[in-house]
């Protein structure tokens, strides 16, 4: 049993010779200057840029998990939700695959990114690690990096040490020569040395304290001019901020009082494992967990991740995470926004702005309580300009109950496990729990071993994810009528293995077992003399989290052996063994466009069953329109595909458990990963995308491996939009936050207290609003998908929301009887709900296999 190609097939074993990893040497130096040359420090209460105090908001996006064409719209689309900071990691695995050879292109074009930002005028926290964790595969350590003789990761190690002080030196150095940093004009304003090392530390004992001090020490030695942060390290040295990670980071201190307080990863989603359901963070609770954060003296908070995007190849991290990672992020997988969390957040930062000449006037906030569970932070004191400024938070965290308090004279409402922001110390700008942002609904449209067993990553260097193990078993006379006697089979058995095991005799699959790290006990039947006995190991993503990486390894561990022979046990660490890396297609690259007539593909009928370990090619066309192209692989079962060569990722059809998805989410209450999720029952992921800048109009060469068995001819392409909004405010929500920032408002002519709330729709760049579905002004029901009209309604209401929105991309209703020209049931709370539908382009296109 082996690889076969077919558009086209025939079924044979192949060995396969290994992989050779070509690549392309260029780092790009290119000066740029994007701003006035400023420094960046910090004191107790806040980084101070140029000279100013800075409450800010960073949006974490990891440049590989997109592709460069993509970066300019997500950086784009972050300052538009009202980031000032971008956020990444550097990926150490990907621009250094083979030790000193180094890749600064593509999707790993680090400069390029940095450019971007700094020409979109936000500023950069670059977390240079070298270790990341992140879900990435091997935490972002090079494979190479095992092979080197003694070595130990993250410890007082000298073979160690010296390659990462040289991968932090010349990424320092790259952003140095390409006058990156902030002293020169760069966007670069905050560095990262390590990453939650604190978590793992007491595993190395003393040498783990003196790694934590020469790692802060060699950093600051590189003179790159900028504060440094490490994430999660109670212990970091005086010169380096120590900052919080996690769902909630408010009441964080610290370990010194020289230093701000810093929210490094602000989880607003998860992660997502091959059979695993979705997570989903509510928006209400996010909000929460930010204003909470910003209200008790946080002052810098970072979303992980504002954009995740997809594990592209086989660069997600394990034990099996999925090719996707959405993680639940404002903008998801595709760049698109998520709503209402994209815009609930948008009128958060908006809400922070307004409070920032008062946060940062104060040295702390002054704290009041409200009731048992309702307390106010107000921070006051003089603004740049020398005036009075005045901003306050008022939280209710009880999980149940709305409370009514009283604050400066004047009655509010706070709903549960919510924050209402004042930034005038007396009007409610926002409320974490009250979402005015539209809903969207997105909608896909069909476009068309030390046992004398080697050990995996020693033989495959991780250059692919399997490794082929053979040897001959000779089986007796004796061994066959014993077995017929019993009624029982010999078994293989294996101590420990992971990721996936499959077990073949005589070329036929006797079976496979998936796990990390699990027992392997797998009935085999032979024939009377010799027979072919292959294990194929398969590694679904390394390891990225815990100490002794470097020990975790692939394949098995502990003992190997044949059971149930006559004479007792085989010990197959015995044997003499035969070993093959990847697969034949990989190491010819029959997936590239160049290189894919190699194979001797044959056309594939339509009636054939279902093959394992298969090559499939085909070609189709891009849909038109600039919506994400996803490919539907639901029909397949697991492999990887590659659109006109590039490796768009694993994909595998493994069906998540039926139990633990809520029917309703309630955002009250603190957030963790198994809450809300959803998608239970359902296949983990079935929707892979693929970047449109991979693609040409017609013609795209698609070349799937398949191990399990599925069917091609049920793949298509489809493209993903938003295609439907909701939104739904009522007449006693707060104004529309840009209201603040108007002249009118500004020179004191209008009342923010005056001001209308108002229903903003808004489609993806490049659609219009085409039919307003539902509309109603008075007291309509349900939500979105499930409006209802209600007792009281105006009769003009879809004609007043139509002519407002229909044709335009955005729209912004007020929710007032003066929009509506009449008041249709006067002294009674209304509401406007309104359904919507963005036109978008549509292609459907069966993949012609
Ligand atoms: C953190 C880690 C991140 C990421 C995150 C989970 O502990 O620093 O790199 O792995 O967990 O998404």
């Known amino acids: 049993m082996a690889e076969s190609v077919r558009r086209f097939f025939s079924i044979q074993w192949r060995i396969l010779p290994p992989i050779i990893i070509a690549l392309v040497l260029y780092i790009p130096i290119v000066s740029g200057s994007f701003f006035k040359p400023f420094n960046v420090s910090y004191d107790h209460r806040a980084l101070i840029i140029a000279g100013k105090r800075r409450m800010l908001v960073s949006a974490g996006i990891h440049y590989p998990r997109a592709t460069p064409e993509m970066w300019s719209d997500l950086i784009e689309k972050s300052k538009e939700g009202g980031a000032d900071v971008i956020q990444t990691y550097v990926f150490w695995n990907g621009h250094e695959p083979v030790k000193g050879q180094y890749n600064f292109e593509g999707r790993y074009d680090l400069v390029k990114f940095v450019k971007l930002i700094g020409s979109s005028g936000l500023y950069l926290h670059l977390r240079i690690g070298p270790y990341v964790c992140a879900e990435w595969n091997f935490g972002g350590f090079p494979v190479w990096l095992r092979d080197i003789p003694g070595v130990e990761f993250r410890t007082d190690n000298e073979p160690f040490k010296n390659e990462m002080q040289k991968f932090v030196t010349k990424i320092v150095d790259l952003m140095r020569e390409a006058k990156l940093f902030c002293w020169?004009?760069?966007?670069?304003?905050?560095?990262?040395?390590?990453?939650?090392?604190?978590?793992?530390?007491?595993?190395?004992?003393?040498?783990?304290?003196?790694?934590?001090?020469?790692?802060?020490?060699?950093?600051?030695?590189?003179?790159?001019?900028?504060?440094?942060?490490?994430?999660?390290?109670?212990?970091?040295?005086?010169?380096?901020?120590?900052?919080?990670?996690?769902?909630?980071?408010?009441?964080?201190?610290?370990?010194?009082?020289?230093?701000?307080?810093?929210?490094?990863?602000?989880?607003?989603?998860?992660?997502?494992?091959?059979?695993?359901?979705?997570?989903?963070?509510?928006?209400?609770?996010?909000?929460?967990?930010v204003a909470r954060f910003y209200q008790r003296g946080g002052s810098f908070q970072n979303y992980y991740m504002y954009f995740g995007g997809t594990n592209f190849g086989r660069t997600s991290g394990g034990p099996f995470y999925i090719t996707s990672y959405d993680y639940d992020a404002p903008l998801d997988e595709y760049g698109l926004r998520s709503e209402p969390k994209w815009g609930h957040l948008k009128d958060l930062h908006a809400a922070i702005k307004l409070c920032e000449p008062a946060l940062v006037a104060a040295d702390a906030p002054q704290y009041r309580k409200l009731g048992s569970n309702q307390e106010a932070h107000i921070y006051h004191g003089h603004g740049e300009t020398g005036g009075k400024v005045c901003a306050a938070f008022l939280a209710n965290i009880d999980e149940h109950k709305s409370a009514h308090v009283k604050f400066n004279g004047q009655s509010y409402t706070l709903a549960p496990w919510s924050v209402s922001i004042l930034p005038d110390c007396r009007h409610v700008a926002f409320n974490t729990a009250k979402v005015g942002a539209q809903t969207s609904v997105k909608t896909v449209e069909s476009a068309r071993p030390r046992l004398g067993l080697l050990e995996h990553l020693n033989v495959t260097k991780d250059r692919s994810d399997y490794l082929w193990h053979k040897t001959r078993i000779n089986v007796t006379e004796d061994d066959i009528s014993f077995w017929k006697k019993n009624g029982a089979n010999p078994t293989v058995s294996i101590d420990s293995?992971?990721?996936?095991?499959?077990?073949?005799?005589?070329?036929?699959?006797?079976?496979?077992?998936?796990?990390?790290?699990?027992?392997?006990?797998?009935?085999?039947?032979?024939?009377?003399?010799?027979?072919?006995?292959?294990?194929?190991?398969?590694?679904?993503?390394?390891?990225?989290?815990?100490?002794?990486?470097?020990?975790?390894?692939?394949?098995?561990?502990?003992?190997?052996?044949?059971?149930?022979?006559?004479?007792?046990?085989?010990?197959?660490?015995?044997?003499?063994?035969?070993?093959?890396?990847?697969?034949?297609?990989?190491?010819?690259?029959?997936?590239?466009?160049?290189?894919?007539?190699?194979?001797?593909?044959?056309?594939?009928?339509?009636?054939?069953?279902?093959?394992?370990?298969?090559?499939?090619?085909?070609?189709?066309?891009?849909?038109?329109?600039t919506d994400p192209v996803v490919l539907d692989l639901e029909s397949m079962g697991k492999g990887q595909a590659w659109v006109n060569g590039h490796h768009i990722g694993r994909y595998w059809n493994i069906i998540s458990q039926k139990d633990g998805c809520e029917k309703a989410c309630d955002y009250r209450g603190a957030y963790n990963s198994d809450k809300c999720t959803t998608n239970c029952g359902q296949p983990t992921q079935t929707r892979y995308h693929v970047p449109r800048s991979w693609l040409k109009p017609s013609s795209n060469l698609l070349v799937i491996f398949e191990e399990t068995g599925g069917n091609p001819f049920k793949i298509s392409v489809k493209t993903v939009t938003a295609g439907i909004l909701c939104g739904q405010v009522s007449e006693s929500h707060y104004p529309p936050l840009r209201k603040w920032s108007t002249p009118d408002y500004m020179n004191g002519t209008m009342s923010i207290g005056s001001v209308a709330p108002e229903v903003h729709l808004h489609c993806e760049d490049g659609h219009v609003i085409s039919s307003i579905e539902f509309a109603s002004y008075g007291t309509p029901r349900g939500s979105c998908h499930r409006f209802s009209i209600g007792k009281c309604h105006a009769s003009n209401s879809i004609s007043i929301v139509s002519e407002a929105c229909k044709g335009r991309n955005s729209c912004f209703i007020e929710v007032s009887n003066t929009a509506f020209r009449s008041d249709p049931c006067s002294g009674i709370l209304k509401t406007l709900a309104v359904m919507a539908r963005c036109s978008s382009t549509q292609n459907t296109s069966d993949l012609g296999f």
Not at 189 to 217: C, F, H, R, T
Not at 503 to 528: C, D, E, R, T, Y
Not at 582 to 601: D, R, S
């Open 497 to 625: 293995m992971r990721d996936v095991l499959r077990v073949f005799v005589n070329k036929q699959l006797s079976g496979s077992v998936v796990g990390h790290w699990v027992k392997a006990v797998q009935p085999v039947s032979f024939v009377q003399g010799n027979n072919d006995l292959l294990l194929l190991t398969q590694t679904v993503g390394l390891q990225n989290y815990g100490a002794f990486l470097e020990k975790d390894g692939a394949g098995f561990r502990g003992k190997a052996k044949l059971t149930g022979f006559k004479n007792g046990d085989m010990d197959l660490s015995k044997s003499s063994w035969t070993y093959q890396v990847g697969l034949k297609g990989e190491a010819e690259k029959i997936y590239t466009v160049e290189h894919n007539e190699k194979a001797e593909w044959s056309t594939l009928e339509t009636d054939v069953s279902p093959s394992m370990f298969m090559w499939y090619k085909t070609y189709f066309d891009t849909p038109d329109g």
């Open 184 to 289: 020169q004009g760069g966007p670069i304003i905050m560095l990262q040395i390590e990453n939650e090392y604190g978590d793992v530390e007491k595993s190395y004992g003393q040498k783990g304290k003196d790694y934590v001090k020469w790692a802060a020490s060699m950093a600051l030695g590189l003179g790159a001019g900028v504060p440094w942060v490490m994430c999660k390290q109670t212990d970091a040295p005086e010169n380096i901020i120590d900052a919080c990670n996690g769902y909630y980071c408010d009441g964080f201190k610290p370990n010194s009082q020289t230093k701000p307080v810093l929210w490094t990863e602000d989880w607003d989603g998860w992660y997502t494992k091959w059979g695993g359901s979705l997570p989903h963070r509510p928006a209400e609770d996010l909000a929460f967990a």
